[in-house]
């Protein structure tokens, strides 16, 4: 009882450092669980589970990895007509059932034209996992938003059966304008070795296996249908550090 008591109180305080990682803007997505490797080796026997939880060698299990998320498609349900542009979970929910987790982890909105609210130079009033997103003409020195979309991001099982992740993949070097790991080269270099819809990605640094959301460093792309890049011009310093790149696919078993 008491083994299974600290396994548990681990676990949550795992968990909750992971979600701290978390902020709106989607661009940090993955983490290890390599600590809580560590804290459950030292208090249960090592049969006490049938598989690794996290394992980097070998085929992958399915599982769902908790530390992770994937993104919803994009929402346009509202015009900025009337007193604004308002695409609010409530009424997403409705409009598209089954398509939103009912508590979503994330939020990314940007306008129909691909902006970022701060390139739009809008005030925006609400913007969060549990309203949704709203803007106000009213509160707009023109008097007017501009058109805007959202999406939002889930936990796992939400998103599909378990997880298998294909080989880790470096294409390139942080050398010229800076280290790019794009979806589309990297299917050219290894046919037929990455599903056609990844659900997630990961990088971490060639060598450290450093998550790439820890350096510290800006990214361009971070997604898993498009890829992976890190601009030189894009960091204070002028530089990246080299990544490499692996894709979590729906299991076929």
Not at 130 to 147: A, E, L
Not at 223 to 251: A, I, L, N
């Amino acid at each position: 009882m008491i083994k299974l008591v600290a396994v548990a109180i681990i676990a949550g305080l795992v968990l909750e450092s992971h979600q701290q990682i978390f902020d709106e803007s989607g661009s940090a997505l993955n983490a290890t669980f390599e600590p809580f490797q560590a804290a459950r080796r030292a208090v249960a026997p090592p049969d006490w589970f049938d598989k690794p939880l996290y394992p980097f060698g070998g085929k992958p299990p399915c599982y769902h990895p908790i530390h992770i998320r994937c993104w919803t498609e994009w929402f346009d349900n509202d015009d900025p007509c009337g007193t604004g542009d308002s695409e609010t979970l409530k009424e997403l929910h409705k409009k598209y059932p089954g398509k939103i987790c009912s508590k979503p982890t994330g939020i990314q909105v940007q306008s129909v034209s691909g902006l970022t609210v701060g390139q739009t130079g809008d005030v925006i009033f609400k913007s969060d996992t549990v309203t949704g997103f709203i803007c106000r003409n009213r509160d707009q020195p023109w008097k007017k938003c501009s058109d805007y979309r959202v999406r939002f991001s889930c936990h796992p099982p939400f998103c599909g059966g378990g997880v298998c992740w294909t080989d880790w993949y470096d294409r390139d070097n942080p050398s010229g304008t800076g280290d790019w790991e794009l979806l589309s080269d990297l299917r050219k270099e290894n046919p037929g070795k990455i599903c056609d819809n990844p659900l997630y990605i990961e990088a971490v640094t060639t060598d450290t296996d450093t998550p790439a959301y820890l350096t510290g460093e800006n990214f361009f792309v971070f997604d898993p249908t498009r890829g992976f890049v890190c601009r030189r011009e894009d960091q204070k310093r002028r530089f990246c550090r080299d990544y490499k790149v692996r894709f979590g696919c729906p299991c076929k078993y």
